[in-house]
């Protein structure tokens, strides 16, 4: 009796043994391919789970993005030039199956068809073009690795060109180049900065110039507003003058010899110059009459006193 519970106590624990054997956990960022007796089952999600021992195995696919490091290698440029070029390819599982059974070394696969591809993608490049284009080698790139890796359950996430580097003596030569531009456009820069600076010292010297017409044009018109003010001003005061001599004239009705006494006076006032001629106005007849009234005035008066001196 001993001996058949010691028995019965010894398959019980292999049964355990064996049955903790075939618990398998699953991680999160994992998928859990299942094959009974070499062919596929199913696919398992992450967590705990249990699988018939030496009958069924589990292989574990990480799901989580890849990288792939693209050794660098040298390609020849349009131009015939030479370079060393690198990439790294980002990738994630979608289809654990088809990453399993359709590829047998994912990596090595996609890391020769990225060199392929990336050598006929700097192929069609010049140069210059293919230094200046990297973004977009990498769209076209990633589109081309993307298509051709669907059908092993990947998606190609993006790609990144590392480096593409030129021969020593075609880098010296694109430095002296690169200088060279530079300093041509320093030299064009310092131009059009002297040439600005000079256009804008001549239009300086213009609007002051013009300004300073327009001031003395404003001066002279100011200028000679006041003096047409003033002569105006003069004039309306000497017309008011000789219209009061004129009024005060004809209200004071001179008499002929009080006249020709003024006129005598002005005659006078006139021979007294430096002028070599003297104009005798129409009106002078008059006025020696007025000249003849006055002698007669003298004369009687002598001749009055004569009589009374008698």
């Known amino acids: ?37 070499g062919r596929y089952r199913e696919t398992l999600d992450p967590g705990l789970r249990w699988i018939i021992p030496f009958v069924e195995r589990i292989i574990k696919v990480d799901m989580r993005e890849q990288v792939v490091d693209v050794p660098p290698q040298e390609v020849i440029t349009k131009d015939n030039v030479v370079v060393t070029v690198d990439a790294v390819v980002y990738y994630q599982a ?50 081309i690795l993307d298509d051709a890796t669907d059908m092993w359950g ?17 880098t010296d030569a694109m430095h ?30 213009k609007e002051s110039a013009v300004l300073e017409a327009d001031g003395r044009a404003e001066a002279i018109k100011r200028v000679a507003d006041a003096q047409a003010y003033e002569n105006e001003i003069v004039a309306e005061g000497e017309a008011r003058a000789i219209e009061r001599v004129f009024n005060a004239i004809h209200e004071g009705d001179p008499t002929p010899d009080l006249v020709a006494i003024k006129y005598l006076e002005a005659l006078a006032q006139i021979a007294d110059g430096k002028a070599t001629k003297v104009f005798i106005p129409l009106e002078s007849a008059r006025i020696l009459g007025s000249m003849g009234a006055i002698a007669e005035l003298f004369g009687d008066t002598g001749d009055g006193a004569g009589p009374s001196s008698k």
């Not at 531009?181 to 040439?195: L, P, Y």
Request: glycine share 4%; hydrophobic share 45%.
């Open 1 to 37: 009796m001993p001996a058949v519970v010691a028995l019965l106590a010894i398959i019980v624990f292999v049964l355990f043994v064996v049955a903790g054997t075939g618990l398998k956990i699953v991680r999160p960022f994992e998928k859990g391919l299942v094959e009974r007796l």
């Open 94 to 143: 979608t289809d654990p199956v088809k990453l399993k059974y359709n590829i047998n070394n994912f990596i090595q696969a996609a890391t020769k068809l990225a060199q392929t591809n990336l050598r006929n993608l700097i192929g069609d490049l010049q140069l210059d073009e293919a230094l200046t284009s990297r973004d977009r080698i990498n769209t076209t790139l990633r589109l």
């Open 154 to 170: 990947t998606k190609v996430i993006r790609v990144e060109i590392q480096r593409i580097e030129p021969p020593p003596d075609v």
């Open 176 to 205: 002296r180049q690169m200088k060279a531009e530079r300093d041509r456009r320093a030299i064009v820069t310092e131009a059009e900065g002297d040439k600005r600076a000079r256009i804008l010292q001549a239009e300086g010297v």
